[in-house]
């Protein structure tokens, strides 16, 4: 299995940017797809942004063309560069990686098609 741990979270205001990122260690990182989710006090967990081995991308509507995610197989390490933040988006950001090389197919995706979970970084956005 894979362990994930997270880190770069932080306070930033309104309309600004953070970078997280999430070491893996353990089983080859780049035998898995990777994803961002988050969750907003007393909100479920949602989906963020998803990356495929080969690097396919695959965002949530409300973060497309403010949020990146890539990975970097040589070190072992996923990102999500986040922009235009706003207070909304204030959740403990979570890193996961799924058994597969490949994100589920198209639809909504769930907390449940991913095996393997960091321990989340905080992220607050004041207004």
Do not use: H
């Amino acid at each position: 299995q894979v362990q994930l741990v997270e880190s770069g979270g932080g306070l930033v205001q309104a309309g600004g940017s953070l970078r997280l990122s999430c070491a893996a260690s353990g089983r080859t990182f780049n035998d898995y797809a990777m994803g961002w989710f988050r969750q907003a006090p007393g909100k479920g967990r949602e989906f963020v942004a998803g990356i495929t081995s080969g690097g396919v991308t695959r965002y949530t509507d409300s973060v497309k063309g403010r949020f990146t995610i890539s990975r970097d197989n040589a070190k072992n390490t996923l990102f999500l560069q986040m922009n235009s933040l706003n207070p909304e988006e204030t959740a403990v950001y979570y890193c996961a990686a799924r058994a597969s090389l490949y994100l589920p197919p198209r639809g909504a995706m769930t907390e449940g098609q991913f095996q393997y979970w960091g321990q989340g970084t905080q992220v607050t956005v004041s207004s």
